[in-house]
T-cell receptor
């Protein structure tokens, strides 16, 4: 069966510090991968999606970037965090254009 | 851009009753619509998908309807239980954009004994 992992589960970082969140998927090949952010009281916002190694599409301009160095690995990064980057970050995978399966999420607090 | 409204932020019902959640959308018609369940501090979990050419879909105590004329989906939980308490999200997909989903903000359902 397929599983998706995210780490860390919780992160507290100072403003201006770098960020690296990792997501890995097991039990499938060539999945579509997604990064979402869920801010308090707001819906899920798609940040990036990838259909293959090295292929990244950005949905909104922001202080973040994403990379896919391996088929089942998706990384979310920032060189300098802003207060507004705080939120709940979710990674998801899917094999078709339809159903997406979400990871457990990373709670990021920027102080 | 697509706008999705889940018309109540919170819904409180008594155990055993039917919970009905609403999802309305504007602009283009989606190829399919999905409902997810999200518990506090956790990622959403897929529940049901209904396509634009389907009127109704059922799964155990769950029922979803899709009215493309009204641009609305209704999500029903029959014989609700306290364990059904969670936030329910609707999401729309266009069917041609590699899984690009547009999510609503969700409705927080509380089922009290």
């Amino acid at each position: 069966s397929q599983t998706i992992h995210q780490w860390p589960a919780t992160l507290v970082q100072p403003v201006g510090s770098p960020l690296s969140l990792e997501c890995t998927v097991e039990g499938t090949s060539n999945p579509n991968l997604y990064w979402y952010r869920q801010a308090a009281g707001r819906g899920l916002q798609l940040l990036f999606y990838s259909v293959g190694i090295g292929q990244i599409s950005s949905e909104v301009p922001q202080n973040l970037s994403a990379s896919r160095p391996q088929d089942r690995q998706f990384i979310l990064s920032s060189k300098k965090l802003l207060l507004s980057d705080s939120g709940f970050y979710l990674c998801a995978w899917g094999l078709s254009e339809e159903t997406q399966y979400f990871g457990p999420g990373t709670r990021l607090l920027v102080l | 851009s697509q706008k999705i409204e889940q018309n109540s932020e919170a819904l409180n019902i008594q155990e055993g009753k039917t919970a009905t959640l609403t999802c309305n959308y504007t602009n283009y018609s989606p190829a399919y619509l999905q409902w997810y369940r999200q518990d506090p501090g956790r990622g959403p979990v897929f529940l049901l998908l209904i396509r634009e050419n389907e009127k109704e879909k059922r799964k155990e105590r769950l029922k979803v309807t899709f009215d493309t004329t009204l641009k609305q989906s209704l999500f029903h939980i029959t014989a609700s239980q306290p364990a059904d308490s969670a936030t329910y999200l609707c999401a729309l997909g266009r069917g041609s954009t590699l899984g690009r989903l547009y999510f609503g903000r969700g409705t927080q359902l509380t089922v009290w004994p």
